[in-house]
């Protein structure tokens, strides 16, 4: 029989019976379908408007510098703004969304963001457009974006790969019907009548949001049904089985109490179904070694006179869970594939007892949920230090073929509609490319930080070569190698996240990786857009774009041996450090 960890409490006759006030704790179970299709295709439709606006935007920034007589760079702020506090605000709309849940969030992120848009449509100056599209817009578009890719993984175990896959699908295909859509509004109604129609597209967010329905905790059988079920045809009596657990119990109990406090060292990679404490001293994870049955319902006692559990419905929070942002396969992941059964409570973190007394507060909630996600100590990894400047690098051009491709074309004697249906078949390929990266990574054997660093590679060369491409025949054939690039690149991001980082680190790399990447799409398109009011060219913008997408590729050529060797350093001193240390000879006896 399975080690299980059940209360129990001795009546005053003597007699040891089991607790029945727990019935076990709240956890989280995926039904794998059912109303999950309903939040996957929520979930699409919002990567639709939201990602469909924010790249078709670029073909808006043309229109705003001939109306208010402004260079294209005054204006491509209002776009860089709206990409950067997009990026900038996920881990704060991280935070709410789990003191508040997925679908409060996402409802006032798409009334704040479709009524900035309405407010800016009566705009007078460029100045007006940057606080309400650019910051309040942008800050909207993340509160609905975080819920959308989070909420999906949580109604998901086996099919995550599938479903969060088919979900930011919509990100292609939004940008494949918003582009043209675009420039027929912009033809129709000018950019006040466009502003505020896309201003009514996310105010439907709100209807696709209210269906991020919350998971509610299911708790396990009580230990008598359990035992019940489980033994009673053997024949056992019943205070024997309770008397074997109760054992158990106290035997786990006196090894926890020989571990170490003073150093506590997390490996998901190696330790089987561990339970993650946060709040130990100076907030140290670390981890325990227990039976995949009694992970959900073991109280460890973290301060003198407090217990804790899984009991509290704050422990089942979005971001306490560490594969929150996990949008790959599980299969990949050692933790689910050495034991599903205690998949869930090895990657949930329960909060400290100064957290559960806190836990009431909102602001308490909310500071510690941003924290978790902003913990600048990951900096000390160099592995983490070069994927996060790589990352950095990578926005600086990203946006920027998606402002001013269309442009180009149009110096190149393309319409306008044809020019802004290059921005479509990079959003084709750009769903193609997040189908095929998903198969291939759900495949253990798929080197994923090589299809990356080969995805930014080939992203940042055909970008480069754009200036030599002569005829508008020539640049669709770069939207379509574009789009399957970043498509690699997105798709993989929380993957190779994981395989250098390691699951653990996954919530915290994401968070400071958006905030940086945040503040790179910011600056990226007003630098690119300086560099074409100075040559009244785009060539300069797509070698600027082109290099630093490339730059970044080879970066991370060299992360897999500085992640081994990261590896092997840290196992090193690991071990140096559990080395105990010989005993001193005593010293003789001085012979009177």
């Not at 301060?303 to 979005?318: E, H, I």
């Not at 400290?352 to 009431?360: I, L, S």
């Amino acid at each position: 029989m399975a080690n299980k960890s059940v209360e129990l409490k001795e009546m005053k006759n003597g007699e040891i019976v089991e607790d029945d006030a727990d019935d076990g704790p709240p956890h989280i179970v995926p039904p794998d379908g059912g109303w999950g299709w309903v939040v996957m295709i929520a979930s699409f439709f919002c990567n639709i408007i939201v990602d469909g606006i924010i790249f078709s935007f670029g073909l808006v920034v043309t229109n705003l510098a001939e109306s208010f007589e402004v260079p294209v760079s005054t204006v491509s702020w209002v776009a860089s703004l709206l990409a950067g506090f997009y990026l900038l605000a996920g881990p704060f709309v991280s935070s709410l969304a789990t003191r508040f849940g997925f679908r409060l969030v996402a409802c006032a992120g798409s009334i704040v963001a479709g009524l900035s848009f309405a407010v800016a449509s009566l705009a007078m100056s460029v100045e007006f457009l940057y606080v309400f599209i650019g910051v309040v817009g942008g800050i909207g578009m993340g509160l609905v974006y975080v819920p959308a890719v989070v909420a999906v993984g949580f109604y998901f175990e086996k099919r995550r790969a599938l479903a969060t896959g088919i979900a930011v699908c919509g990100s292609g295909i939004g940008t494949f019907v918003l582009a043209p859509f675009t420039t027929w509004l912009l033809g129709y109604y000018g950019w006040r009548g466009t502003l505020l129609i896309h201003g009514g597209l996310v105010l439907n967010c709100a209807v696709f949001g209210a269906m991020f329905r919350p998971l509610e905790p299911a708790k396990k059988k009580s230990v008598r049904r359990q035992l019940a079920d489980e033994e009673v045809s053997a024949g056992t009596p019943l205070m024997v089985r309770i008397k074997k657990e109760r054992d158990e119990k106290m035997r786990n109990e006196e090894r926890q109490e020989t571990a170490q406090t003073d150093h506590f060292h997390s490996s998901t990679n190696s330790l089987n179904n561990t339970v993650k404490l946060v709040g130990i001293k100076n907030k140290r994870s670390s981890t325990l070694t227990d039976s995949s049955a009694s992970l959900g319902k073991k109280e460890t006692p973290l301060l003198a006179g407090s217990k804790r559990s899984l009991a509290n419905q704050d422990d089942v929070q979005p971001l306490n869970r560490d594969d929150a942002f996990y949008t790959g396969s599980l299969q990949r992941l050692p933790q689910y594939r050495e034991n599903p059964a205690s998949y869930h409570a090895s990657v949930t973190r329960i909060p400290d007892a100064v957290e559960e007394a806190d836990g009431g507060k909102k602001s308490s909630r909310c500071m510690r949920a941003v924290s978790s996600l902003i913990q600048f100590s990951l900096f000390k990894s160099a592995t983490f230090d070069l994927l996060c400047f790589s990352s950095f690098i990578t926005f600086l051009g990203f946006f920027v073929p998606f402002m001013f491709l269309a442009a180009r074309a149009e110096q190149l004697g393309a319409d306008k509609e044809s020019a802004s249906f290059l921005l479509s078949i990079i959003g084709v390929t750009n769903t193609v490319g997040r189908v095929v990266c998903g198969a291939l990574s759900d495949h253990p054997k798929v080197n994923v930080l090589f299809v990356n660093n080969a995805a930014l590679t080939l992203g940042g060369v055909v970008t480069i070569a754009t200036p030599f491409f002569p005829a508008y025949e020539m640049l669709i054939v770069y939207a379509c190698l574009f789009g399957l690039s970043i498509a690699c690149f997105a798709s993989l991001r929380s993957i190779l996240m994981v395989e250098l980082l390691g699951l653990e680190n996954l919530t915290n790399a994401f968070g400071l990786c958006l905030m940086f990447t945040g503040v790179s799409a910011t600056v990226g398109g007003p630098l690119a857009s300086m560099f074409f009011d100075a040559t009244n060219d785009y060539d300069a913008s797509f070698y600027l774009s082109g290099s630093m997408i490339l730059i970044s590729g080879i970066l991370c050529y060299p992360l897999g041996y500085i992640n081994r060797w990261e590896k092997r350093r840290n196992n090193a001193a690991q071990h140096n450090k559990q080395k105990v240390k010989p005993l001193p000879e005593p010293e003789p006896l001085a012979v009177a």
